[in-house]
């Protein structure tokens, strides 16, 4: 039997973040993944000289980036102009992102104008968090009167967060992942699997052992307390404290008697996000100005991630197009809905392909910040000692992978206040928010 301080099902971003930090404070550590490789969601498949990200990827500034920089990532990349246009009746309009394309773009009246230069303006100081409990809807509504900036407010959030439920979406946290957006977002080159490369060459260089290709069956547990991993070739892992990264139905499957503890009242309150995503790469663009669009009657979206980012060998275009995926959505329709897109930006786009990745239904978050929430998950299970829960689903506020990292940092604050209560001495775990 194997034996360790911390023990990480899963192997993604929240994982590899977890058994790093774990790791620094002195645990012996295991990574246990299913896959042979790491990165889960966050992993790049090379294609052609192209690298594509599993859909579009991009790096606010939020709690990932503060914990990549502070564990000492390399972050290799740029910050793209954000100079673009919206669909709006099928057509393309300049989308008022700055002081010119505000005065310039057609979208709005002037009154509009007037009304949206005044929220920017205001928006970098707003306190987001007296609308955490209120819907998004909600918000725009009661702050925003010209139809067409609600329009616009709509697009923007929606691309921040990926999420089609103005009706169930907490204003608050969106509103805050906009305040990051407008201090600029990073395109990583080689795409994101760099930086899953450089977080497992982090926590091997701080000891963390791993055991890839093998799949976690059972978290045995007895009297409220953590005992051990078994996986499906018999292997046995003896762990003081077990860090859950799966979905919160597979951590229901994982643990017995799930059903009597929180792990069943997160699983049955999540709401899944989704996105349809097409990856081209292209020899050349027909149209080289329309590199970021933003669908305003539509829910997609369309970013040239080459524009700041190292993302094939032989200088090739990579362009990602997202539709975002609301409840009832995944058809057979979205292929069709997305070259439409790439028809409207790039036309003759497909000349030009060298190569493409077409994803109809990848899961992007498995929860979100919503209204219908009964509580916020993790870090620990409560009924369950030594047993706790971190990933983009395990928000308390944060988005997408900012929420991934923030989560793996509280379980292992949390495992280390708990020993320093049991032994009188204080670990401290430097958490940056």
């Known amino acids: ?32 993944e299913k896959q042979d490789s790491l990165g889960g969601r966050a992993i790049s498949n090379k294609k052609k000289g192209a690298y594509f990200n599993l859909g579009g990827h991009a790096l606010y500034h939020g709690d ?7 564990l000492g990532l390399s972050l290799q990349g740029n910050q793209p102009s954000i100079d673009g246009y919206g669909i709006w009746k099928g057509k393309l309009l300049t989308m008022p992102m700055g002081f010119k394309s505000l005065f310039t773009t057609p979208l709005l009246t002037w009154k ?11 928006l970098g100081k707003l306190d987001t968090h007296q609308y955490d409990q209120i819907s998004l809807r909600e918000w725009i509504e009661g702050n925003l009167h010209d139809l067409m900036v609600r329009n616009l407010f709509y697009s923007l959030l929606r691309t921040a967060s990926y999420v089609v439920a103005p009706d169930l979406q907490a204003a608050g946290p969106v509103l805050k992942q906009l305040q990051n957006s407008l201090k600029g977002v990073l395109y990583l080159d080689r795409g994101w ?12 260089d701080h000891g963390v052992q791993f055991l890839k ?46 059903e009597a503890t929180a792990l069943h009242i997160w699983k049955e309150q999540a709401i899944e996000i989704t996105a349809a995503c097409l990856d081209v790469a292209l020899r050349r663009l027909p149209k080289p100005k329309q590199q970021f669009v933003y ?51 790039q036309p003759r786009w497909k000349d030009e392909l060298i190569v493409s990745q077409y994803l109809p239904k990848i899961t992007v978050s498995y ?9 916020n998950p993790g870090p620990a299970v409560p009924e369950i000692k030594g047993l706790y829960v971190a990933g983009e689903w395990v928000t308390h506020g944060e988005l997408l992978v900012d929420a991934a990292t923030a989560s793996a940092k509280r379980a292992v604050q949390h495992i280390l206040s708990q020993e320093s209560k049991e032994s009188g001495h ?6 940056i928010v």
């Open 1 to 32: 039997m194997l034996k360790y301080e911390v023990a990480v099902v899963g192997g993604g971003v929240a994982g590899l973040t977890a058994a790093i930090y774990a790791a620094k404070a002195g645990k012996q550590t295991i990574v246990i």
């Open 64 to 70: 990932a980036l503060a914990t990549f920089r502070e």
């Open 193 to 204: 699997g760099a930086t899953v490369d450089e977080l497992e060459k982090k926590a091997t």
């Open 367 to 375: 929860d979100f910040m919503h209204t219908k929430r009964q509580e």
């Open 213 to 258: 290709k093998n799949k976690v069956v059972t978290i045995d547990h007895h009297n409220g307390i953590v005992q051990q991993i078994v996986c499906e070739d018999g292997t046995k892992i003896e762990a003081k404290n077990i860090i859950v990264t799966s979905p919160p139905a597979i951590a229901c499957q994982l643990v017995p008697h799930a």
């Open 295 to 345: 669908g305003i009657d539509q829910t997609v979206f369309l970013s040239n991630q080459s524009r700041a980012a190292y993302l094939s060998e032989d200088g090739a275009q990579v362009i990602s197009v997202i539709k975002y995926q609301g409840k009832g959505d995944g058809s057979d329709k979205e292929l069709q809905v997305l070259e439409q897109t790439l028809d409207l930006v």
């Open 426 to 431: 204080f670990h401290e775990l430097r958490v």
């Open 112 to 122: 509009g104008k007037m009304e949206l230069a005044s929220w920017l303006t205001k």
